[in-house]
């Protein structure tokens, strides 16, 4: 028995040695175009890929006169159309339709109430017709109600089983594959990674740390006002139906300073929601980053920008032509788009 | 010149030897009975002691059925009479009242209007009989108006010239030394160390990094408004004249919840404003710590609990009874008090 393990190990790794060596050859080429130790090796050899690299080294290089302190390279992420997708709607969005009819049965009177009735027959148009107290509506009957602990449990249930309705994957796989190595490297630079997100501070963090090895206290993001009650003599904290904070927009730096305390040096978003953040960002003084990811690939994922409702964005696209912020061409700057390929 | 150096560097290299033999020899029965490596010499070897070192060995060593994995480890402390002193008032309330005197001779108005009359005639007790209020007008002219920028160096600029009334140390002197050697031993062991503190977020963000080794963004604190604004082109953010979060009793468990996203696992305060954040940090199931620091020592510190109206301990020390939380006696639980001494 012990022979036999120990051959079968030596022959395990005759074999892995074989692929290693097999693997390496094939990547030679690959190796000489980008170094040895490519660590953004789903983004292509472009501008962009430069431009970010480039003050990754100014800010973290030792003797480098722009040598920012490890404590003080804070980076902000936005979360929808930026490290995830967003299209056809808001995915947090969608886990709310799906929470409106799982409650459904247990809410006759949504039968004939707005937009309750629109959306149980399928048409979320006629839904979102009441614009943003429609919206505030159906948020809140799937937000609140309910401790934070009870709320995390259904989030995890929906995240860890939903899918994608184009995809057909969970919406934990419809992550930026180029975004996450951006993460990573940053991270390895001594970066300190927050997501900023007009998205459910609660929500997000149910998943973040798994998908973007983000940990719950770096994440900022939009809220309802908490009660902490005792129940049966537990203290639990109740997720009340009453907005605490709206993270978006001008709200983004004002999330960062309650959050974090000071400035980011890197700030990375998609939309007009973001242009804020990358202002405050940029505003800090000393060598400074800000990236928009536009979307132009309508094959692997979607395009659209300007007039597009979700994910619109047009005023932060004019500010990063003028203010010379990078702007990925998503395109033609991502080798992948999704771990899992494409759309 | 080559020579002599090296003599000189012997020679004192001599005697740094001897005076390190000398002062290990002497050390030795201390070694004896604490341990080479007593992280917290400050404390006295009592029953208190032992219950923080049981906590983290249980939490933190390799094979203890309580283990618990390095990323839920979050500790968080009360700030005012847990961390530094509050006596004879609040250290922020001190940096108020002395910033009211600074910007008087731009406020003529105030000689005849309460409660800024009374306090620049030195009656510090006529201008809080007001009450909440009071307290409100003079956190409101003292704390807004300005950007979080102009803030940051009000505060720096006091904290580091501003002396103790009684003690005519810096206030930032004013910190306890067990606590500090206590927060770096949970740091040491692998926790993530927040404050959660009544006192403003953006006023103890100033100090706190260099005082107790917390960044900012692991304070959790009580806040006004901001308001994001374009001045000359240049992003700021401006510090409004209205409250946004109390972080005090109930609001530390939503604080908690805000800004780090789960239960802490140790909690550390000193008065009936931490009563719920210990029972939040209690309540999370598992091996869980809750310490309150009772101020018995009149005569290094200050004596006070239940009769006090600062750090006012009455319900939180009967939960500690019926809860089983340790209680710090600080004048038989500590060795010293603060670094430069005691009172």
């Known amino acids: 028995m012990m022979v036999g393990d120990t051959i079968l190990v030596m022959s395990r790794r005759a074999t892995l040695s074989g692929l290693l060596a097999i693997l390496l050859f094939l990547s030679l080429p690959a190796l000489a175009q980008t170094g040895a130790t490519d660590p953004l090796p789903s983004w292509n050899d472009t501008a962009t ?12 290089k030792d003797g480098s006169p722009d040598l920012v302190p490890s404590a003080d390279r804070i980076a902000t992420f936005d979360n929808d159309g930026t490290l995830w997708a967003e299209q056809p709607i808001y995915f947090q969005l969608a886990f ?6 799982a409650l459904a049965p247990m809410h006759p009177e949504w039968q004939d109430k707005e937009p309750f009735a629109s959306l149980l027959k399928g048409d979320l148009k006629g839904a979102l017709a009441g614009g943003e107290a429609a919206i505030f509506e159906i948020v809140t009957v799937t937000h609140s109600g ?3 602990d009870e709320f995390e449990k259904i989030v995890r249930d929906w995240i860890t089983t939903a899918k ?35 998205g ?30 005792l129940r049966d003599g537990r203290p639990i904290l109740m997720k009340m139906p009453e907005l605490n904070f ?23 978003g998609n939309s007009d929601g973001d242009l804020q953040m990358l202002e405050w960002a940029e505003g800090g003084g000393g060598v400074r980053f800000a990236l928009l990811v536009h979307h132009t690939d309508a094959e692997r994922e979607w395009a659209y920008d300007r007039k597009s409702s979700i994910g619109h964005l047009d005023k932060a696209l004019d500010a990063a032509q003028t203010e010379g912020w990078t702007v990925v061409d998503m395109k033609n700057d991502w080798k992948t788009i999704f771990p899992f390929g494409s759309k």
């Open 49 to 60: 890929k430069k431009a970010i690299v480039t003050f990754v080294e100014r800010v973290t």
């Open 200 to 229: 459910g501070i609660d929500f997000m963090r149910v998943f973040a740390g798994q998908v973007y090895g983000i940990p719950p206290e770096q994440i900022v993001g939009s809220s309802g006002k908490l009660n902490f009650e």
């Open 246 to 268: 709206n993270d978006d927009k001008t709200g983004k730096p004002v999330g960062i300073q309650m959050h974090i305390g000071r400035q980011p040096i890197a700030a990375f």
């Open 96 to 101: 709310a339709l799906d929470r409106v009819k």
């Open 164 to 198: 994608h309705p184009i995809t057909g994957r969970l919406y934990s796989e419809m992550v930026y594959e180029p975004m996450l190595e951006l993460l990573a490297y940053l991270r390895g630079n001594g970066f300190k990674t927050f997501i900023v997100s007009g």
């Open 146 to 148: 309910m401790t934070t």
